[in-house]
Nanobody
Framework: QVQLVESGGGLVQAGGSLRLSCAAS????????MGWYRQAPGKQRELVAR????????NYADSVKGRFTISRDIAQNTLYLRMNSLKPEDTAVYYC?????????WGQGTQVTVSS
């Protein structure tokens, strides 16, 4: 069973930065894609950013383009999300997701709160 553990969330002022990490229990190179999703209170979970197995293909939600960067460290089996120029509307629980041909795995989430 794959385990994903997120960290790096917290409280930050608008305009600030955070870096989220997602540590996987196994090799992340086996996943066809990994991504970050978020869910704000009363809203549906939404895709924030995703990186595909090649490592060179990424996509982002329009709301975070130019501010967030997804990356991975294969040697460390870790997925990252660098978040700059944070806005109050970025406040949410952020989840890591990993997919392969057989299953989809989720982490427990990490809270990000951006104060105005």
């Amino acid at each position: 069973q794959v385990q994903l553990v997120e960290s790096g969330g917290g409280l930050v002022q608008a305009g600030g930065s955070l870096r989220l990490s997602c540590a996987a229990s196994g090799s992340i190179i086996t996943f066809s894609a990994m991504g970050w999703y978020r869910q704000a209170p009363g809203k549906q979970r939404e895709l924030v950013a995703r990186i595909f197995n090649s490592g060179s293909t990424t996509n982002y939600a329009d709301s975070v383009k130019g501010r967030f960067t997804i990356s991975r460290d294969i040697a460390q089996n870790t997925l990252y999300l660098r978040m700059n120029s944070l806005k109050p509307e970025d406040t949410a629980v952020y989840y890591c997701r990993a997919q392969n041909a057989f299953a989809s795995y989720w982490g427990q989430g990490t809270q990000v709160t951006v104060s105005s």
